[in-house]
């Protein structure tokens, strides 16, 4: 059976559960059959409407907490393009027949995000398992264990919402941290490149919007022309990024002084020797002398910079790879290679999480660059750099920390 024979919207009234559709903007976009039947609403009764509107607090409840637990639950969606769960929750509805009167209900809700186009949330999933007939005695009234039991189970549930509701916020706090952190130690400025160069950071989901990988551009002493590098931090987090600006700085320091890029990742693989945390950390640093339209490299276990020249062809330059920067305990010089390019190549920099998926050999994510990277060659870095992108990151958003660096040669 192909896609298009299946109606979708006859199996989504059909789905064995409560399920709702809600905008951004928290309006009901559509219920299916049992979400009218649990709710004993009509359809014109919900659909177009605010979600709050239909179902707002029994106003009789002072300590009435479903709307506002809801609420936040479907805003932590929105704003993160991820699944949440909630905790047992007490939402009172009004009875349909009789305005006025509130029917005590418990649910399990679940929320979870439908990606648009553009990759941002264009519905929330909403579907809630009614418990409320678990919260009474079997074969009757409430009994006294039932009460007890229902008490409980309300007490623990609105435990778990307040220690959610301050993780939450230990965790806006660790993220403002993260930010300043990130705005810190990777730069802003592209030195002598100006607008031949474009780079991008993305973090993986979840990951407080700062990560271990890092990017530096820096100018190299005696007019020798610019230092190029991307690096990789095991982990993801402030932990990582404290360790990723510890390391870029370093480098950076080193590269300007360095005879080529072989020395600079030499005194890098020393100082990460003693970094904690700087185990299996990767690094890639490019020497690019304009003037003489040469590339000089060294990789410490990174991925290698993709050279696409002008007329298309793509040259993969990997050719002084050396193990990552703390593999040995007493480092030996590592390699480096040379190549040349003329006027209009492109020169990419990346960290794995561009090229690396789970269950797929690697050489098909480096394929997909090589790929991505000569039918946008023409482009200008910032326009390629989101076309590189927009085609390699998955639209639900990356489980891997990406850097990318485009320069314009």
């Not at 190299?220 to 700085?249: E, F, I, N, Y």
């Not at 020797?273 to 990174?302: K, L, Q």
């Not at 193990?323 to 007493?330: F, I, K, S, V």
């Not at 050489?363 to 946008?376: M, V």
Request: proline share 6%.
């Amino acid at each position: 059976m192909s896609d298009t024979s299946i109606d979708y919207a006859a199996v989504f009234q059909a789905l064995p559960g409560v399920v709702a559709l809600v905008t951004p903007d928290l309006v009901f976009a559509d219920v299916n059959e049992e979400f009218l039947g649990v709710s004993g609403r009509r359809r014109e009764e919900i659909v177009g409407r605010y979600f709050f509107d239909v179902f707002p607090d029994n106003p009789n409840d002072r300590a009435a907490t479903g709307m506002r637990n809801l609420a936040a639950s479907l805003r932590r969606v929105l704003d993160t393009g991820e699944r949440d769960a909630m905790a047992l929750q007490r939402y009172d509805v009004e009875d349909p027949e009789r305005p006025g009167e509130w029917q005590v209900r418990y649910w399990s809700p679940v929320n979870a995000p439908v990606l648009g186009p553009d990759g941002k949330v264009a519905l929330v999933v909403h579907r809630v398992e009614e418990v409320t007939e678990l919260m009474r005695a079997r074969g009757g009234p409430r009994g006294s264990r039932a009460r007890v039991l229902e008490a409980e189970l309300y007490t623990r549930a609105r435990e778990i919402q307040e220690f959610n509701e301050r993780l939450r916020q230990a965790h806006a706090r660790e993220r403002e941290v993260a930010l300043a952190l990130q705005e810190a130690m990777l730069p802003v400025s592209r030195q002598s490149l100006h607008d031949r160069a474009a780079v991008r950071y993305r973090p993986a989901v979840g990951a407080l919007n700062v990560c271990g990988d890092w990017y530096d551009l820096v100018d190299l002493v005696g007019g020798r022309g610019v230092g190029v590098s991307v690096g990789d931090v095991v982990g993801h987090g402030l932990g990582a990024a404290c360790v990723m600006g510890q390391l870029r700085s370093a480098l950076s320091a080193a590269s300007r002084v360095a005879e080529g890029p072989a020395q600079a990742l030499d005194v890098l693989g020393r100082y990460a020797n003693v970094i904690e945390g700087a185990e299996s950390a990767t690094a890639v640093t490019t020497f690019i002398d304009f003037e003489h339209g040469r590339i000089t490299y060294s990789s410490a276990g990174h991925p290698p910079p993709m050279l696409v020249h002008a007329d298309g062809r793509v040259e993969c330059l990997d050719k002084a790879t050396d193990p990552p920067l703390d593999a040995r305990p007493d480092p030996i010089p590592r390699p480096q290679a040379t190549t040349t390019f003329g006027a209009g190549a492109t020169l990419a920099l990346y960290t794995d999480g561009l090229v690396e998926r789970r269950h797929e050999d690697v050489d098909i994510g480096l394929a997909r660059l090589a790929d991505s990277l000569t039918r946008h060659r023409e482009e200008d870095p910032e326009t390629l750099a989101d076309a590189v992108l927009a085609e390699l990151l998955p639209t639900s958003g990356a489980t891997d920390d990406t850097a990318l660096v485009i320069v314009r040669l």
